[in-house]
């Protein structure tokens, strides 16, 4: 009888990862479906067309290489690397049973659940360079970065490196996800440059605005759903009482915090601008799930609404800011799950004693070090070698005509 | 034979089309175009940038009519597109050379 329980609980947890990896794949369609929304209409083909081939990429790479260097299980605390590659041997009911129930989900349900999150800070990077920058120069970034930049610095945390034993706290990745990739987006905008047009030499900053609200918001609602999986999933664990309230706890937080940010970011812009900004309001929305994703257990809900609401916030004054540094993130990106994952990473302290903002501050800033100049480095051989920015003409046209080869839509006549 | 283009808002192309059938108007062609006249535009922010929104959208109508129709179209339109505010929009009536239905390789008035 208690063989079964113990089965029956590892079925359980191991259905739990991937039911919850599967909500954080279909973050990629929220992904995209945001991105393609909130660039013009004759950059929409690329955008997409970067979304499907960095899940994709993500999903091969951290199989080869990735995963192995996250979670090698060496005695190093920096250096990760061990030889094996992902197999499809899993454990044993045998193996199983004799652990006691230690041994509590399949390994391969560990590994479906964790490259859906290296998937997750890729795209990050594809909305801070959408509209300029040369595809296959962006996938073969994807490349470099699911295969070893995230990989490295998610092994000093969660594949238990020197930032997990320095006390640094991050639940489901405000730092090792959202934090890694909106670096090596800022990284990649930085050697970039800004659409052609963007800021005047007068100090202008021009507006140009996205092509399909009902996309962009659609996107926003499908990464809201996905983040219940990349928040409640990251329990690791639900097949018992305890477990199955923290989740429930989790899942609230998660929802409380998108909430908050939401309404703040609605009030901020509407402060600042005089009406409101929806594309403002969907990225609140996105704040205030990252704020709250380095610590969505410990917060009560009331907390955890605070927590987002001061996400979004940030993230306004951080979109205008940007443009101040003349630094074009044509979806906000960089701010959403840059700036917005810090806060997250400090917020830890509200409400867990076992933080300490050194030691958070610590782990971003090791986080961010590590992501931006070895993304640099890699940026910049790419753009030796194939260029990273598509020609003036190409980017007044459009890329989908130049990168892609086709329209978005192509019947319509209204340009 | 003239051929009559009138600029009105979007919303009073169905009103300006039942009063153009009631005075036999056979066809019209509509597009959808952006505008201004002597109304000023005004500023918008999107993400905090500026921009300035002074083409707003207005539907083209293109109306090819014998001689004779000329003052009734234009009062039609007229009547049917004055809202009394400003973008209300114009009509300019051009001289047609010549008009061909296609399918039949009629010409002139019968083509109308």
Same mark, same amino acid.
């Given at each position: ?11 359980l ?8 990896g599967?909500?954080v ?21 690329e ?16 199989m ?9 299980g ?6 990760p690397?061990?030889i ?6 899993d454990?044993?009911a045998?193996?199983?049973i ?16 964790q490259?859906?999150?290296?998937a997750?800070a ?7 360079v ?7 120069s962006? /996938? ?17 945390k969660?594949?238990?490196?020197? /930032?997990d034993?320095?006390?640094f706290?991050?639940f489901a ?7 890694c990739?909106a670096?090596?987006?800022?990284a ?13 030499s ?11 609200m ?12 996905g ?11 639900v ?15 998660t ?19 005089g ?6 309001? /969907? ?9 709250i994703?380095?610590?969505?257990l410990?917060?009560t ?9 001061i ?15 003349? /630094? ?19 917020a ?5 004693g ?5 030691t ?23 753009k ?14 459009g890329i ?11 019947e319509?006549?209204?340009? | 034979?003239?051929l ?8 009073? +192309? ?6 153009l059938s ?13 505008g201004?006249?002597?109304?000023k ?19 083209? +109508? ?12 234009i009062?039609?339109?007229?009547n ?6 400003i ?22 008035a019968?083509?109308?």
């Amino acid at each position: 009888m208690e063989n079964q329980v113990i089965e029956l609980a590892y079925a359980l947890d191991t259905f739990y990862f991937l039911v919850m990896g599967a909500f954080v794949m279909w973050m990629a369609a929220g992904f995209a479906m945001l991105e393609a929304g909130l660039v013009r209409s004759k950059s929409t083909v690329e955008i997409l067309t970067k979304n499907i081939a960095l899940y994709s990429i993500a999903s091969i790479m951290y199989m080869i290489m990735g995963y192995n260097i996250m979670y090698s299980g060496t005695d190093s605390s920096w250096w990760p690397f061990a030889i094996d590659i992902l197999t499809n041997a899993d454990n044993s009911a045998a193996d199983v049973i004799a652990s006691g129930g230690d041994t509590y989900y399949s390994g391969l349900s560990d590994f479906f659940f964790q490259v859906v999150f290296v998937a997750t800070a890729m795209s990050i990077v594809s909305g801070a360079v959408a509209e300029r920058m040369k595809l296959w120069s962006f /996938l073969v970034f994807a490349i470099v970065m699911c295969g070893f930049i995230y990989p490295v610095q998610g092994f000093w945390k969660w594949g238990g490196g020197f /930032l997990d034993a320095a006390g640094f706290l991050d639940f489901a990745g405000s730092g090792v996800v959202h934090l890694c990739g909106a670096t090596a987006a800022l990284a990649g905008v930085i050697l970039l440059g800004a659409r052609k047009g963007r800021y005047t030499s007068d100090g202008r900053v021009v507006a140009m605005p996205g092509c399909n609200m009902p996309l962009a918001t659609l996107g926003t609602f499908i990464l809201w759903l996905g983040w219940f999986g990349f928040n409640g999933g990251s329990e690791l664990m639900v097949s018992n009482v305890g477990e199955a309230n923290a989740v429930s706890l989790v899942f609230v937080n998660t929802n409380a915090a998108a909430a908050g940010g939401v309404v703040a970011a609605l009030l901020t812009a509407r402060l600042m601008f005089g009406k409101a900004d929806l594309s403002m309001t /969907l990225n609140g929305a996105l704040a205030g799930l990252v704020s709250i994703t380095a610590e969505p257990l410990t917060p009560t809900p009331l907390l955890a609404t605070f927590i987002g609401a001061i996400g979004g916030i940030i993230v306004v004054l951080s979109i205008v800011t940007m443009d101040k540094f003349k /630094l074009d993130d044509p979806v906000g990106a960089i701010s959403v799950h840059g700036v917005c994952g810090v806060w997250g990473l400090i917020a830890v302290i509200l409400s867990n004693g076992d933080a300490m903002i050194g030691t958070q501050l610590y782990g971003a800033l090791v986080i961010f070090a590590w992501t931006f100049i070895v993304s640099g480095i890699f940026w910049m051989i790419i753009k030796m070698i194939m260029g990273l920015r598509v020609s003036e003409e190409a980017e007044m046209e459009g890329i989908d005509i130049h990168e892609c080869g086709m329209e978005a839509y192509p019947e319509f006549v209204n340009k | 034979m003239k051929l009559i283009t009138a600029i009105i808002k979007p919303f009073k +192309l169905d009103d300006v089309r039942e009063a153009l059938s009631e005075i036999g108007v056979a066809g019209i062609t509509a597009t959808e175009v952006k505008g201004f006249g002597r109304q000023k535009g005004h500023t918008e922010l999107y993400r905090g940038a500026e921009y300035v929104v002074d083409f707003l959208p207005k539907i083209k +109508l293109e109306i090819a009519i014998d001689d004779a129709l000329q003052q009734s179209v234009i009062d039609a339109i007229t009547n049917a597109a004055n809202t009394g505010k400003i973008g209300d929009g114009k009509i300019f009536v051009s001289d047609l050379a010549e008009v061909i239905r296609i399918r039949t390789g009629e010409s002139g008035a019968e083509a109308l």
